[in-house]
């Protein structure tokens, strides 16, 4: 079992930078890949980033590649996702996902345990 808490979203404006982290407990949580999902209002939650369990493969959505940034501190339980350049498109409920499965992919129905998400909001 793996349980899972987002943190550090809030009111960002136009350019500006966030990092977002989130708090594992469980004793899998080193051995799970990982990952970013969001929910924006009216609109179905998708994919942003994955990180494989040993931080050895990256995966990231086009809408946020080259401005975003996954990254995990297993020794801490904690995987992070950094976010600069925000733009109002980013505006969603950010939530930390993790898969004990084995498989490593973007795929939501991969990942079996999730966070209840953190609101990020981008607006001037």
């Known amino acids: 079992q793996v349980q899972l808490v987002e943190s550090g979203g809030g009111l960002v404006q136009p350019g500006g930078s966030l990092r977002l982290s989130c708090a594992a407990s469980?004793?899998?949580?080193?051995?799970?890949?990982a990952g970013w999902f969001r929910q924006a209002p009216g609109k179905e939650r998708e994919f942003v980033s994955a990180i494989r369990w040993n931080g050895g493969s990256l995966i990231y959505a086009d809408a946020v590649k080259g401005r975003f940034t996954i990254s995990r501190d297993n020794a801490k339980n904690t995987l992070y996702l950094q976010m600069n350049s925000l733009k109002p498109d980013d505006t969603a409920v950010y939530y930390c996902?993790?898969?004990?499965?084995?498989?490593?992919?973007?795929?939501?129905?991969?990942?079996?345990?999730w966070g209840q998400g953190t609101q990020v909001t981008v607006s001037s």
């Open positions: 996902a993790a898969s004990d499965r084995g498989r490593f992919s973007p795929e939501q129905s991969v990942f079996n345990y």
């Open positions: 469980g004793r899998t949580f080193g051995g799970s890949n």
